[in-house]
């Protein structure tokens, strides 16, 4: 085939097409090169260096999302340089930050307790709400590597509390980058970069503003790609991901029909993430996709039809409603005509019901006056 070439990889021998990255090549073929700074769909940058394979002819590791295959090149990715390389990096990205990624809660009881503290006392160092959901601790843990003892929490910066939905620990920021490329290559809000230099860089929004008096969206991108805990949901900070129930679903806010995916615990849906593996929007959420959830659950919410009389709503059955629906339908038509008649529908629903809505109006109302509330 045209532009098809080989490449060596920990002695198999496998085909790629030029411009392809060896990462993407090992990701082809089930070879695991760990990353923290990469994204796809964005621009590979190296820039933690956890990727770095060894390459015959090669003094130096080179990063695997950014370095293209070439023909017979022969790749180690976890060759005792390789791996003392990456035991480096993720030492220096512990001793950096507030990772206490060794840290675990043995028993419900210290859970418990640890959240309670941690309400009481926000800035406390025990445990990262990230724990359990966090790429840097599994690398940690992979590599068998620990921190050199950082005691600065609050670091350079404190702690965003300020924003609607999104809390941003500067502390546990590894500024990979991940969010930068969802904002600007992904989302493309442009709302975020890299600021300042040295050991004080740190992700700012415009003119170093908190994220809700900035350009930010809260569509919450920058959120699902951040491997630590440095973004994370400021309605479920405290969650135990591996007691969530993961639900898929399609968004119901407009027709696009995002898929996500409900964290459910207790039969209530904690978080909402995008899902990664589905079109149309693979991952991509809107604020309202992803944050607006709560309507679920609210104690406000008619669970029962409602019929008005004498002035004052009365609980009813469906079937009652259905039927008195159906019957004023029916008598305002003979009486006045279809076209007294009017439909509108709404964003909030499939579709495939909107398109039923269109279908009843039509051929059961017989009339044309059908509009959709995203016009209003």
């Not at 840290?103 to 307790?113: C, I, K, L, M, P």
């Not at 040295?198 to 699902?224: H, N, R, T, Y």
Request: proline share 4%.
């Amino acid at each position: 085939m045209e532009n098809q070439q080989t490449i060596v990889i920990n002695g198999n021998r496998f085909n790629f097409t030029t411009g392809d990255t060896i990462l993407e090549v090992a990701l082809q073929n089930n070879i695991k090169i760990p990353t923290l700074c990469h994204l796809k769909g964005a621009t590979p940058t190296g820039t933690c260096r956890v990727c770095v394979v060894e390459i015959a002819g090669q003094s130096e590791l080179m990063t695997a999302c950014d370095t293209r295959a070439a023909e017979n090149m022969t790749v180690l990715t976890e060759s005792t340089r390789v791996v003392e390389s990456r035991r480096q990096t993720l030492h220096a990205m512990l001793s950096k930050g507030n990772h206490n990624c060794a840290v675990r809660a043995a028993h419900e009881e210290s859970w418990t307790a640890y959240q309670l503290k941690v309400h009481q006392e926000d800035n406390s160092p025990e445990l990262c709400p990230a724990w359990g959901d966090c790429r840097l601790q599994d690398l940690a843990y992979h590599y068998q590597v620990s921190g050199g003892g950082y005691t600065n929490v609050n670091a350079l910066y404190p702690m965003e509390m300020a924003n609607p939905f999104i809390i941003r620990d500067f502390s546990r920021c590894i500024l990979c980058g991940r969010c930068v490329k969802a904002c600007n290559e992904i989302q493309v809000n442009l709302a975020i970069n890299f600021g300042y230099q040295g050991d004080a860089a740190k992700i700012i929004a415009k003119d170093d503003k908190p994220l809700k008096d900035s350009d930010c969206v809260f569509c919450g991108e920058c959120m699902q790609v951040c491997p630590v805990g440095a973004l994370v949901p400021k309605d479920a900070r405290f969650d135990r991901p591996w007691e969530d129930e993961k639900v898929r679903s399609t968004c119901s806010y407009c027709g696009v029909g995002c898929q996500l995916d409900f964290h459910v615990k207790d039969n209530r849906i904690v978080k909402i993430s995008g899902a990664e593996d589905a079109p149309p929007n693979y991952g991509s959420l809107c604020v309202k996709g992803r944050f607006g959830f709560n309507f679920v659950s609210s104690p406000d919410r008619l669970t029962t039809p409602l019929i008005k009389e004498n002035g004052k709503f009365r609980e009813a059955t469906w079937d009652e409603a259905l039927d008195l629906t159906a019957k004023r339908f029916s008598e305002i038509k003979e009486k006045h005509g279809a076209d007294t008649i009017g439909v509108l529908t709404s964003a909030r629903i499939s579709n495939e019901d909107n398109y039923a809505a269109m279908k009843f109006t039509r051929a059961v109302l017989k009339t044309n006056n059908i509009d959709h509330c995203a016009r209003l």
